[in-house]
């Protein structure tokens, strides 16, 4: 499985980013696709992901202002950024069906180039 990430880029505070994730390869064996990020010196964060038939999850720091949706590729509308969104973000997937706290645990099998997303204040 490949993974493509794209959107990133410069936003001032308040503003909206969008950020997508095309998948290749054995695709139909995927249980899950999220989003995580890394901002400098910080530990990989899970903000979101989404397994078949069992929902989504999005970690409380972004709640209500990132969705997260899948059809033919994996999306992330961020809304409302605010400068502590600064870091790159990482599209990643499993066929593992394991829960989101284990993968925010763990981290998840196939993982594309991070994209940067930086918010000015």
């Known amino acids: 499985v490949q993974l493509q990430a794209s959107g990133g880029g410069l936003v001032q505070a308040g503003g909206s980013l969008r950020l997508s994730c095309a998948a290749s390869g054995r695709t139909s064996s995927l249980y899950a696709m999220g989003w995580f990020r890394q901002a400098p010196g910080k530990e990989r964060e899970l903000i979101a992901c989404i397994s078949s038939g069992a929902g989504e999850y999005v970690a409380d720091s972004v709640k209500g202002r990132f969705t997260i949706s899948r059809d033919n590729t994996l999306t992330l509308q961020m809304n409302s950024l605010k400068p502590e969104d600064t870091a790159d973000y990482y599209c990643?997937?499993?066929?593992?069906?394991?829960?989101?706290?284990?993968?925010?645990?763990?981290?998840?099998?196939?993982w594309g180039k991070g994209t940067q997303v930086t918010v000015s204040s």
């Open positions: 990643a997937a499993d066929s593992r069906r394991a829960s989101a706290t284990y993968f925010r645990n763990y981290g998840m099998t196939y």
